[in-house]
């Protein structure tokens, strides 16, 4: 992954560098502008992208510095991430809190940000701990999005569907929408819609402690915790749509707008992004249901979305002037305003004009005793691209062999860890 002739190839293609940037990767290292600030962005969905460019021109407009943004399909972004910050990465970049956030800080390929946040007001001690690593901050969050078991209110109406509270109730549930030739939404032709299934069952049945921990390496992918996981899983996949390996999230979420599906393990925005603006009124979740009582729904993923500065960014002065606006409750509102699929993560965002979903979703989020980022954001970046994405496709492919596949994790998981992630 840290080829630089393939990051040459993918960068290209991607339209996410210029020849000076390639220059600079041939060792010619030519200085930032001073007034101009380059922004790496993987949000290339419509919504986002427009919301995103809201906010970037009132900073232009605010300071007269100017904002240039390389824009890359998002799953791309991602996966030739490690190769983008090692190589002529942007000043400012979009990425995600918590451990996708430290790792990349271990590595020293970010910049330390804790002066930006000295001069911040109204981010909780929970939100500030997603963005530090090693007593240091380097991320300035954004917005937030919860994930849930989401579905359109009028579909559940017609047919008189019960939001599920419990795993039989989730069930009885999805059996019912079969009856009625109505599947449950999947998709993981990305490789980690699936992820989100897998940790809500794994929060629900073995509580957030031991989720973390199997996350961090500490705990064995054989214990027969995670092998009930899978065998919990299992129960729900009759009643999925077929081909989900060959569905992108976007395809899925397009099926629940056009109620060819009855409702999908999916983060606000993934349905949200697929609906028009004249029917995001009809859409509604509940939280993942309780499977083992004494876990009850107290662990809720909720992303954190937002900015940071690679290592080695040309202009890092430039990039820390932008993120200080970016940290404030007017730039969260501007972009909210064009993307309402999520919420402020800014205390003094003014949330009146909320919809009904974003006060759910900031509802479920308040209420909840823990806050997991997602397994791709909460496990090291190679664990999850090498080895998760292909066990839960294989899964999805062949449930059967539950030992089979968490003894071949394991092993992976074993040699990976064991790695320096410096």
Not at 3 to 26: E, F, N
Not at 202 to 207: A, D
Request: negative net charge.
């Amino acid at each position: 992954m840290s080829r630089r002739d393939l990051l040459r190839g993918a960068a290209i293609g991607a339209g996410a560098v210029t020849l000076p940037a390639l220059l600079s990767a041939c060792g010619e290292k030519p200085g930032g502008k001073k007034n101009e600030v380059t922004m790496g962005s993987n949000s290339s969905d419509a919504v986002p992208k427009k919301a995103f460019q809201h906010a970037f021109d009132a900073y232009e407009k605010k300071t007269g510095k100017t904002v240039k943004v390389h824009t890359t399909e998002h799953n791309e972004f991602q996966q030739a991430i490690t190769r983008y910050l090692r190589a002529t990465p942007d000043d400012v970049f979009m990425w995600f809190a918590g451990y996708r956030m430290q790792y990349f800080a271990e590595k020293g390929l970010l910049v330390d940000n804790s002066d930006v946040w000295k001069e911040f007001n109204g981010f909780s001690d929970a939100i500030k701990d997603q963005s530090t690593h090693d007593g240091k901050q380097y991320f300035v969050p954004y917005y937030y999005y919860p994930w849930a078991v989401f579905h359109r209110k009028s579909l559940f109406e017609k047919h008189g569907y019960e939001q599920a509270r419990t795993w039989d109730e989730f069930i009885a549930l999805a059996r019912a929408m079969h009856k009625d030739g109505i599947p449950v939404a999947f998709c993981d032709k990305d490789g980690w819609p699936a992820m989100g299934t897998f940790d809500y069952i794994n929060l629900r049945l073995n509580g957030y402690d031991f989720h973390k921990a199997l996350m961090a390496g500490e705990e064995a992918w054989t214990d027969d915790k995670v092998k009930k996981v899978f065998g919990l899983w299992r129960e729900i996949m009759p009643y999925y749509q077929k081909g989900a390996l060959g569905r992108t999230w976007e395809e899925a979420g397009q099926g629940l707008q056009q109620r060819r599906t009855g409702m999908a393990v999916f983060g606000m925005p993934h349905p949200g992004q697929q609906f028009p603006a004249g029917e995001r009124d009809d859409i509604d979740f509940f939280a993942f249901p309780e499977i083992d009582p004494a876990h009850g729904q107290d662990a809720v993923e909720a992303p954190i979305d937002g900015f940071l500065i690679a290592d080695k960014a040309r202009n890092v002065d430039a990039g820390k002037d932008l993120l200080k606006w970016l940290g404030t409750p007017d730039a969260e509102e501007i972009y909210l305003t064009g993307d309402p699929n999520n919420v402020a993560v800014n205390d003094g965002a003014d949330t009146s004009g909320y919809s009904a979903l974003q006060k759910k979703s900031a509802g479920l989020v308040a209420g909840a005793r823990q806050i997991s980022q997602f397994l791709d954001r909460d496990t090291r970046p190679d664990f999850a691209q090498t080895v998760m994405i292909k066990a839960l496709q294989d899964f999805i492919d062949d449930p059967k062999d539950i030992d089979g596949l968490v003894n071949s994790i394991e092993r992976q998981k074993k040699d990976i860890f064991a790695q320096d992630v410096g």
